[in-house]
C-alpha cells in the first residue's frame, strides 16, 4: 500500500502536488483535533464504530406500515465520552463528532432539522443512548454534543489575524453542531459546556465548538 502511494504521489508534477496538498490537510487536521481534545475533559473513546457493533436488533430494527422490517446501519466516525460522579451515581455524556471534507457539508442546520431532512447525527445519537445503555445499566448515557468537524487546510487572510496561525486554525475548524448547554448561566452549570472548553468564560469563544458564555 505504501509503495502504491509513493508512486500516486510522483507519477507526475501534479500528482506530487495534490498528494502534497491532501498530507497538508491531514497535519493541519490533526494538529487542530489534538488541541480541541486537550482543551476540554472529553476524551474519545470509540473510532469508525458500526451501529451493529454497539446496539443490537431490538434497537436498529423497526416494523413499516406494510410489515416490512427496517434496519438503521451506519457508522459513527467518532464518539467521546465526559464522566460525571462516581460508581454510585456515574453519568456519562456523549459527543458524536462526524468528519466532513466539504465546507457546505459540515453546517448544522436546525430548520432542516425540524422539517426531518438532517437527521443522521440524531439518530446516531439516539441509537447509541440506547446500545451503550443496554450494555450498562449502572450507569446513566445522556446526549453531551452533536458536532460536524471539517477536514481542511483553512485559507487565513492577513487581516484576519490576531494571534499566532494555529489559533487563527483553531478558529476556523471550530466545530459546527449542538451542545447541550444554557449559555445565560456560569461554567459552573453547564457541566457540558465546561467539558468541551474548560477555558470557556464570559464572551470568549471556544475552541472547540462555535460557543461562548453570555456575561
Known amino acids: 500500500r505504501d509503495e502504491n502511494l509513493k508512486f500516486?504521489?510522483?507519477n507526475s508534477k501534479r500528482d506530487e502536488f495534490i498528494f502534497s496538498q491532501y498530507k497538508n490537510v491531514l497535519k493541519v487536521t490533526c494538529d487542530v483535533l489534538k488541541a480541541q481534545v486537550n482543551a476540554g475533559r472529553f476524551k474519545p473513546s470509540m473510532f469508525e464504530v458500526k451501529l451493529k457493533d454497539i446496539a443490537s436488533d431490538e434497537v436498529l430494527c423497526c416494523d413499516l406500515k406494510d410489515k416490512t422490517k427496517f434496519r438503521l446501519s451506519g457508522i459513527i466516525d467518532?464518539?467521546?465520552e465526559l464522566s460525571?460522579?462516581?460508581e454510585k451515581g456515574c453519568k456519562k455524556y456523549i459527543k458524536i463528532i462526524d468528519y466532513k471534507s466539504g465546507s457546505s457539508s459540515a453546517q448544522m442546520d436546525i430548520e432542516k432539522?425540524?422539517?426531518g431532512i438532517q437527521l443522521q447525527m440524531f439518530?446516531?445519537?439516539k441509537i447509541a443512548l440506547r446500545g451503550l445503555k443496554s450494555k450498562d445499566d449502572k450507569t446513566e448515557y445522556l446526549p453531551g454534543a452533536l458536532y460536524?468537524?471539517?477536514v481542511c487546510n483553512p485559507v487565513i487572510?492577513?487581516?484576519e489575524i490576531t494571534g499566532s496561525i494555529e489559533d487563527e486554525r483553531l478558529k476556523k475548524m471550530r466545530g459546527n453542531g449542538i451542545a447541550i448547554g444554557d449559555v445565560s448561566k456560569g461554567p459552573n452549570e453547564n457541566p457540558v459546556l465546561e467539558a468541551l472548553d474548560v477555558d470557556l468564560e464570559g464572551s470568549k469563544p471556544s475552541k472547540d465548538a462555535k460557543i461562548c458564555l453570555k456575561t
Request: hydrophobic fraction near 40%.
Open 157 to 159: 487572510k492577513t487581516g
Open 78 to 80: 467518532r464518539m467521546d
Open 84 to 86: 460525571v460522579g462516581d
Open 123 to 125: 439518530v446516531y445519537m
Open 148 to 150: 460536524y468537524q471539517h
Open 8 to 10: 500516486a504521489a510522483h
Open 113 to 115: 432539522l425540524f422539517n
